[in-house]
């Protein structure tokens, strides 16, 4: 083989390698960014979610709380994309002594709104968004009521979802994360916190 042969083969195996490395990387930086190269590709956005009652990370007022009204406080969201078929808001508390505590779950929420007043009726079929059985095993919003003693959080999720959900009135947190897997389009997230002396 002489070396002008040589050096040609060499120098097109070099191009192969480098175009397989990129082919690589390219890769990996979809499945970094998206989670799965299936993922659509505005999945997962951040949405915001906030409230006239308290702001992200402050205390949580006693209205809101058993300790209190036990009333659902204001919500406000911006930002859902635009193939959203419905919203789904969940509210718990990770800090609970037996695991994450669910107080709310609001489900097939229209695209139309924006917004839940304060005091939502926790009546499973007060209006056309459904609500889920809480883990004080009611319908509807139980405010925060942990035990005395350090602070507990307590998270809002709102969910933006590419379908409705096909679930009945008082469908339980397991039935609605389980709907909702591969429908998330975007998360909006608002954390208050409330502590019992």
């Known amino acids: 083989m002489s070396v002008a042969l040589y050096f040609t083969r060499f120098a097109n195996m070099k191009r192969r390698i480098c175009r397989v490395a990129l ?14 190269l299936l993922a659509p590709p505005d999945a ?8 006239t009652a308290f702001k992200d990370g402050q205390a949580i007022p006693a209205d809101y709380t058993c300790d209190g009204k036990n ?5 406000h969201w911006t930002g859902a994309p635009a193939n959203t078929q419905s919203l789904v808001l969940i509210v718990d508390d990770p800090d609970a002594p037996t695991g994450v505590w669910t107080h709310w779950i609001a489900f097939n929420l229209s695209t139309d709104t924006s917004e839940l007043a304060e005091d939502f009726a926790k009546s499973p079929n ?3 968004t ?3 059985t809480n883990d004080f095993k009611k319908t509807g919003y139980g405010g925060p009521c942990p035990p005395a003693g350090k602070p507990h959080r307590y998270f809002f999720r709102i969910f933006a979802l590419d379908t409705a959900l096909n679930l009945p009135s008082g469908a339980t947190r397991k039935e609605v994360d389980a709907a909702m897997e591969k429908h998330v389009l975007a998360i909006g997230q608002l954390m ?3 502590q019992r002396k």
């Open 44 to 51: 997962h956005k951040k949405m915001s979610l906030s409230s």
């Open 192 to 194: 208050g916190s409330y």
């Open 126 to 128: 007060a209006s056309a």
């Open 71 to 75: 009333i659902s406080p204001q919500l």
């Open 23 to 36: 082919m690589a990387t390219a890769f990996a930086a979809t499945l970094a960014t998206t989670g799965s």
């Open 130 to 132: 459904k609500q889920g």
